[in-house]
C-alpha cells in the first residue's frame, strides 16, 4: 500500500505503516518497562538486605562491648562486699571523748566493758526511738559476780539514764555461760536481749589497768556486730 505525499512541487509515494508494526514497537516498549521495573526491585531487595547483613554484624560488636570492660573501669571493693553492716558511720575523736567522759562519770573509768554496757544502752534508745532518762526503760544484767563483766552496768547507766536507785536497773548473778543483757521497753513489752560476742571477751578480758581507756576508746569506735550480738523478744 502506498500513499502519495504533495507538496506543491515534488511528490513523493511513501509505503503505508502496517499495524503489526506498531503491535510489537508498543510490546517492545510494555517489555523493556518491565524490564527496568524488574531491575530496580532486585537492586532494592539487594540494598535492604544488604542493610539487614550490616545490621546483624554490629549487633555482636555492641554486645562485646558492652560486657567486656576497659582496664581502667573502677574495681570493686571486696572489703564492703563482705564486711558486716554497722549501726552507725566511723565516730568522730570528739564523738569517742565524749562518750568516755559520759562512762568515767559513772564508773570513774572507761575501760572496754564499761563503754560495751554503754554502746548496748545506746543501741537500745535508737530502736526504741527514746531521748536519755525517762522511765521507759528496763534495764537486766545477768553477770558472773566478777569485775569487768559486772562493768557492763555503768555503761548501761551511762546510756540510758536507768539505775539500781531507781530500780529500772537491776543485777542478776549468774554463771558466764549464762551472760546477757535484757533491756525491756516498758510501753510495749518488746525486750532487747544482748550478748557479747566470744571475741570481743578474748580480745579485752583482763586489760591492765594502764590500758584501760585506750581500749574503751577503740571499743566505742567498733561497730555493734564485733561487740555484742542481740536479738529481739516481743
Known amino acids: 500500500m502506498w500513499t502519495l505525499i504533495s507538496s506543491g512541487f515534488l511528490s513523493i509515494e511513501m509505503p503505508r505503516q502496517r499495524p503489526t508494526l506498531l503491535l510489537q514497537t508498543r510490546k517492545k516498549d510494555k517489555d523493556m518497562r518491565t524490564l527496568l521495573l524488574g531491575v530496580l526491585a532486585v537492586l532494592l531487595f539487594c540494598g535492604l538486605l544488604q542493610r539487614g547483613l550490616f545490621a546483624h554484624q554490629k549487633t555482636p560488636t555492641t554486645h562485646r562491648s558492652a560486657t567486656s570492660r576497659p582496664a581502667t573501669s573502677r574495681p570493686v571493693n571486696s572489703s564492703s562486699a563482705t564486711s558486716k553492716p554497722t549501726s552507725r558511720p566511723q565516730r568522730t575523736r570528739q564523738q569517742v571523748n565524749t562518750i568516755l567522759k559520759q562512762v568515767a562519770a559513772i564508773h570513774g573509768a572507761p575501760g572496754p566493758f564499761a563503754v560495751a554496757g554503754y554502746r548496748m544502752g545506746m543501741y ?111
Open 124 to 234: 537500745a534508745k535508737r530502736h526504741f526511738g527514746l531521748a536519755y532518762g525517762g522511765w521507759h526503760l528496763l534495764v537486766s544484767h545477768y553477770t558472773p559476780p566478777k569485775v569487768q563483766y559486772s562493768c557492763l552496768a555503768d555503761g548501761l547507766q551511762a546510756a540510758t539514764g536507768t539505775s539500781p536507785g531507781k530500780m529500772n536497773l537491776r543485777m542478776h548473778f549468774v554463771k558466764l555461760a549464762h551472760m546477757r543483757t535484757v533491756i525491756t521497753h516498758r510501753k510495749s513489752g518488746v525486750s532487747l536481749i544482748f550478748r557479747l560476742r566470744q571475741d570481743f571477751l578474748k580480745t579485752y578480758l583482763n586489760t591492765p589497768r594502764k590500758d584501760l581507756k585506750r581500749a574503751g576508746g577503740l571499743v566505742a569506735r567498733l561497730p555493734y556486730t564485733n561487740i555484742f550480738d542481740v536479738h529481739v523478744r516481743p
